[in-house]
């Protein structure tokens, strides 16, 4: 596994979408107001890429699904019949 992908399993492991996405507005909106030190800054900015990794996952996870509901049976080679 890549150290994204295991960012990603482990931050996402117990946060769905929403609660990534609002997080990560938050993060955005701690980081443009300022006044934070540069560490905090730093620490800030590694959070919301670990967040923004989690809400790629799951976008990317309801784009297949989305894909595969859209190609429907025909996309398995069995027809609409199903046979």
Do not use: F, N
Not at 15 to 38: C, N, P, W
């Amino acid at each position: 596994m890549t150290d994204d992908a295991t960012a990603t399993a482990a931050a996402g492991g117990t946060l769905g979408y929403e609660q990534a996405r609002d997080e990560l507005i938050e993060v955005v909106r701690r980081l443009e107001a300022g006044g934070t030190s540069l560490e905090e800054s730093l620490a800030l900015w590694e959070r919301g890429e670990e967040l923004a990794k989690v809400c790629r996952h799951w976008l990317e996870g309801a784009r297949a699904r989305l894909d595969a509901a859209l190609a429907g049976p025909e996309a398995d080679g069995r027809g609409p019949d199903g046979g």
